[in-house]
């Protein structure tokens, strides 16, 4: 039947996707996902936000279908440039012209990139990833906040950032010393290091590597799964078994031991998804007030 | 009557002539031309037209919901549900008020009409004739991803098109657009693909370019086609692509050129390439096939023979929680099982095998 007098096609001005890993074994991979979408969403600051991965669906191979809009800002929920952000899904989002000089990168310093999905036409604005923000920083630092009740803490304090190391991703060391080196800048704690799971030095000794008696640490991982919950929990000395849990803080030898989880379920992560979007041109400077203004009302003295 | 749809439609034909689904409107020099199938009015004033359109309530809300801005596949797919490329709309809407279902995987979409406006009751096909006050009620549709994330038993499904859906909800009053993205939580681009098909614009990956397009961990899998046939492919196909295991129709073959022997299956909405966890399970059983057959000489009995053969199909066919306690007739009962275990297999939990006799 005739359907050629409709109304012309619409198409919404900026969508949002996050892309992310997830997981074809861990249902928690993928929670901090939608709940940073879910918050952005909240904010009306994009027609769209959609979420795509690697392991889940949508697929990133099928993602960008999914969106109406024809200006796209893609932002990877990644805590490391490199073989993913770099490579894979550049790749599988289709986006043909994609070159990785486009983001000007050392290795912590990607912007973004303009660039054409073969399959959809679509303008992609190709953000580099929330890890390497320099806003990360705030957000580990956050996360100290949290875990200790405190929105000063700092002084009497050691501050610990924890990555898988180079054995298996050769630039996750790179964001987790520009984020330690950052953070000591600052001046706030009297310690800040940063161990690696796999190379030295190990999160197994964060109790010895601390001079101070409270360490905070921080993983610089996206979700809980199976190296936040179980592995680094083990290596430290948290528990012997993770099944039987471990208390925060926690006492190993005579360090206090103020034990974080995946820096990537912290709320305020929200806000470096959508200031890496304005860093590339998206108008979310509204959402950012808002967001920022709620967040200091959750977070007041106790 | 809807004031806004009203309003909408002569803001449109004055704009442009419009011909949708049999009504017709056109702004001519001796005022508007109304037509719908069997009746025509000319040189009407405003007034006029707006007393014709209110006489043809149907035709008016269905131009309304079907002009609304939405992507074209979403658009596709709500006409589709009611039938609207083949149904006049009188006849569409007497089915509409008595309701109309579609299935979609596991989903049945059920469509109504009241006063113009369509709802759609969104539950799993099992459950067409429960009555909504049994099923939990959902109104917003990013709470499908919390039903689609587990299966009935609580187990995570990390493929969303696997015929394993929970069941127990219900989407009782979904509007149009709420309904596309409902279904787009339980299947993800699955309302795009199917467009892309219809309009014979889906861009299918075959097996091969999928697997080369590989890097990484996954790059090994292209090593797996050594130029000797695609039986792995059909085999791989026939565990996982099966309809009991994925709803999704085949649409890809081993390459452009050799077509796969298994079923593609019969779903409604069509799978482009093989998905992230055939890649993943295809790494595994590259590096096991890349091991030589060797020969084992082995003691069983025909029942023991035939008991192995029994306890593959059932884990293959996921029928164990179907086998009943007691029931030491089926070679998969647990009992069964244990008595073999105890009788050949050594301490280690392995057979008691030799080589063969090279001959």
Redesign the interface.
Known sequence: ???????A??APSQALVIVAHG?????DSSVPT?THA?SIRGTDAFDEVVTGF??????F???L??V?SDRVYVVPLFMSEG?FTE??IP?ELRLDDWDVDAWDSDGTSASFASVTAS?TGQEVLYCGPVGTHDSMSRVIMRRAETVTGDPTVGDGFGLAVVGHGTKRNENSAKAINYHAARIEASDRFDEVRSVFMDEDPEVDDVSTLFGCSDVVVVPLFVADGFHTQEDIPEDMGLTEDHRDGYDVPAMVEDTRIWYTGAVGTEPMLAEVVLERAADAGADVSAALEARRTAASETLSPR | MHESSLEALLEAARSQPIAFDGLEIESAEDGFLFAVPGHARSGLDQEQLVEQVSRHPKYLSNWYVFTRPRAEPRTAFLRWIEGAEALEVPERYTRLRDGMSTRWGELLIGATVHDGQRRYDLRHVEEEATPRDRLDTYEDPLEARALAKQDPSGRYRPLKSAPTLQAGWVFPELAPDELTATVEQFYPASIENWYLEREDALDVSHWRETMERQTGIYGVVETWDRGDGYDHVNWVTEAMCDDSQCLKRRRWEYDEETTLDTDPGDGAFPCREPCSLMVSAARRWTRLEGEQPERYQLTLTPSEKAQLERLIEAVADDELDEIREADLRDGANRYRARYLRAKRLDAEGQLDVEPADPS
């Open positions: 039947m005739a359907t050629e007098s409709k109304e096609s619409h997981s074809h074994l861990n249902p939608f879910d690697w392991k889940e669906e949508p697929h191979r099928e993602v279908r999914t109406d073989y490579e894979v790749r399959d």
